[in-house]
């Protein structure tokens, strides 16, 4: 057992859903009980899609389990073959359902039925959402493509070609960045086969072996299936993601290696690189960001902030354990401890010990944040119902870049205003307890209820003799700096202080310790 509030994946049959919801002519079988028509809600709700997704549920209830629920998933996948028609069908088992022991797979099967079946298998105790939508993709490619009888042997045409592999529904932006994506290879001269899942049929999968090589867009989904086209077929993939400067240019680059054209990376035109140059990003220069969220977003969140708007990483992590490894190598670049968990405590308390001034992660940093009265973007998914936006706001390519550079900025407290707050400190208006206007339009007056991002001043017990303290007059000192950087002062001063068992911390200290962290 584990207590959990918050999950930042649903459990794998909601991954199987996002893959079916996706595409066109696949209908999913779910043996699942009363109640778990909930997941409709994220599609309909969330992601404001106009209809139903193609799943069917058997909904059993309590009262079904002395009968025969096996008789009760039969009879659904008969009536979805009736009523819906489908290309395909995927049949697979809920959470509660997994440990009725059904098997839909073999179910499915002895009920002879003249629309293909492709069984799913998901341990709904052991992974979660992405991984069952990796393996529902993998699944679905497997069955379509291995069939082919096409030409895949080599032909500059054929190589000028690729398929576009992982967006799916309820994707963080992944509507965009098709869009992006798709416009990016046209200006490269490189046709797209397929794209899948989204919107695609099951007989746009059977053409995947057709083209010369595939673009990984998102490796949480579609990086097993790209592993077995490549096994099966030869195809090399694009493994970069296009989401930042510096990775778009090595996109293109990979594109063009893989398509067999000169590299254009140089081409790009994108307004990142010039904003984050122009004097008025100056103040941006060092800014402590911590980063956390799916590997694929947070590995490109930690280089565009290291690499191209200026920022000091001081936390990278990811929930995505199967990208662990990948995380841990990027970590170890930019010199910071990796965060390998899917405990949202877990990340509130590696942000509280981080000091960070900006937060870049999913919906769950964005609440954490909000109480710690700190910046926040959101950079991946899980996401609430606005960062699926009506307008056009993709993280890949050229616009993504600019949507970045857009959305990490805004929150954070501008030039003039950090300005203004050190100059007008005893200002009614302009004074340290109060956040930029949208984070919080009257500063809470009761800072009790939310944890402290400052390590707090105790008194000492008399059996906790090392405990550091600060002399009133030292604690108003302190309280002269900014804010935003109050937390990092704290923090030196008391390393400063413990090493060399200075205790209580005075003003000397303070100003000792600012001059030995200055040198
Ligand atoms: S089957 Fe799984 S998803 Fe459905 S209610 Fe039970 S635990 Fe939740």
Not at 9 to 30: Q, W
Not at 70 to 92: N, S, T
Not at 205 to 229: D, S
Request: with cysteine; net charge negative; proline share 6%.
């Amino acid at each position: 057992m584990e207590l959990a509030t918050w999950t930042y994946e649903g459990p794998p049959h909601i991954g199987a859903i996002r893959v079916a919801a996706s595409m066109e002519g696949v209908h999913l079988v779910l043996h699942a009980p009363q109640g778990d028509t909930y997941a409709d809600l994220l599609f309909t709700m969330i992601e404001r899609r106009k209809t139903r997704p193609p799943v069917t549920y058997t909904t059993f209830q309590a009262r079904d389990l002395s009968g025969d629920t096996a008789e009760i998933f039969k009879d659904a996948c008969r009536d979805v073959a009736e009523r819906f028609d489908p290309q395909l069908m995927l049949v697979g088992a809920s959470c509660t359902a997994e440990l009725l022991q059904d098997d839909p797979g073999g179910l499915a099967k002895t009920l002879d039925l003249s629309v293909p079946v492709v069984p799913l298998e998901l341990p709904s105790y052991q992974k979660k959402e992405n991984w069952g939508a990796s393996e529902t993709f993998y699944r679905l490619v497997r069955a379509c493509s291995s069939g082919w009888q096409g030409d895949s042997g080599p032909d500059a045409e054929r190589q000028k070609t690729c398929n576009i592999l992982g967006p799916t529904s309820l994707g963080f932006r992944n509507r965009d960045d098709v869009e992006e994506v798709k416009r990016l290879l046209a200006d490269l001269g490189v046709r797209v086969n397929v794209i899948a899942p989204l919107g695609a049929t099951p007989a746009d999968l059977a053409r995947l072996p057709g083209a010369g090589f595939n673009v990984v867009l998102y490796p949480e989904i579609a990086a097993p299936a790209a592993r077995w086209l490549k096994k099966t077929f030869g195809q090399e993939s694009v493994t970069v993601q296009p989401i930042g400067v510096g990775a778009c240019r090595d996109f293109i680059a990979a594109v063009c290696a893989c398509a067999g054209l000169p590299d254009r990376a140089k081409c790009m035109q994108e307004r990142l690189s010039w904003y984050s140059r122009s004097i008025d990003s100056n103040y941006l220069t060092g800014k402590r960001v911590f980063v956390y969220g799916d590997a694929t977003h947070a590995i490109a969140a930690a280089r565009i902030c290291e690499e191209e708007l200026g920022f000091k990483l001081c936390g990278l992590g990811t929930y995505s354990r199967e990208f662990a490894r990948d995380i841990r190598a990027v970590a170890e670049h930019y010199d910071v401890a990796p965060l390998i968990t899917d405990n949202h405590l877990d990340v509130e308390d590696a942000i509280i010990a981080a000091q960070p001034e900006l937060v870049l992660g999913t919906q769950m940093e964005r609440h954490v944040a909000k109480r710690l009265r700190l910046p926040c973007a959101v950079i991946s998914s899980p996401v609430h119902v606005q960062d699926f936006p009506a307008r056009y706001s993709p993280q890949m390519g050229a616009e993504g870049a600019n949507v970045i550079f857009d959305t990490w900025v805004h929150p954070l407290m501008m030039g003039l205003e950090e300005h203004l707050l050190q100059m007008f400190r005893g200002d009614f208006e302009f004074h340290d307890d109060v956040s930029a206007s949208h984070l919080a339009a009257v500063a809470p007056q009761d800072h009790s209820a939310s944890r402290p991002v400052e390590l707090a001043s105790v008194e000492p017990e008399a059996d906790e003799p090392d405990v550091l303290t600060w002399t009133d007059s030292a604690e108003r000192e302190l309280k002269k700096i900014p804010f935003f950087v109050r937390g990092k002062a704290r923090r030196n001063t008391e390393n400063f202080a413990a090493e060399r068992g200075l205790n209580p911390i005075t003003i000397e200290t303070l100003y000792d310790a600012k001059a030995h962290f200055g040198r």
